[in-house]
């Protein structure tokens, strides 16, 4: 089955990029259906790196309904100014352990007037559940695209070396006593 939306997001490319790189963003356009919590010693990271991580999928955000994989790459060889973050993870066990192909791909991208091109893709298969499989599958897509335009006005991106972003340091550092009068 394929599954695919195409938005335009109200924010910056870099601010969208640094979203999908985000577990908490992730919790936010499933919720309220869904939840995810890490079984991984370190629990979510702040920004997913590459590689797999381990998660209990939670229906509406209390039930354990199995555990998933992760699996991300940033691939490269795409044309200029496009980020791509592919998952081809998939449910380990679960009901949606029924889908035994899983290949997730978001990409973003600089439109003219400044905000986002999101495109994603969903490949995945159940096999012979396909047919069953596809309604609820694009339904949720269609729900997680109505969270991403919803919440994409809130998400910003100050690299390091900006005045927001080294005050927000600053205060962090202040209110974790490493700087200022910590000795």
């Known amino acids: 089955m394929r599954v695919l939306l195409k938005l335009t997001l109200d924010c910056t490319p870099d601010a969208a990029w640094r979203a999908l790189r985000s577990p908490a963003v992730l919790r936010e356009v499933v919720a309220p259906w869904l939840d995810f919590e890490s079984l991984e010693p370190d629990g979510l990271p702040t920004t997913w790196p590459d590689g797999r991580h381990r998660l209990r999928v939670l229906a509406f955000r209390r039930f354990p309904a199995g555990e998933e994989r992760v699996d991300l790459t940033s691939p490269g060889g795409l044309p200029a100014g496009v980020r791509m973050l592919r998952d081809g993870g998939g449910a380990e066990t679960g009901v949606f352990s029924a889908f035994d192909a899983w290949d997730h791909r978001m990409a973003v991208s600089a439109l003219p007037d400044g905000r986002t091109l999101y495109r994603d893709q969903l490949l995945a298969s ?17 729900w997680r695209g109505m969270r991403l335009r919803q919440l994409a006005p809130t998400w910003r991106f100050d690299p390091p070396g900006t005045a927001d972003a080294d005050a927000a340091a600053g205060e962090q550092a202040r209110r974790t006593g490493a700087a200022g009068g910590a000795s």
């Open 126 to 142: 159940a096999g012979p559940l396909d047919a069953l499989a596809w309604y609820p599958t694009w339904a949720f897509w269609q």
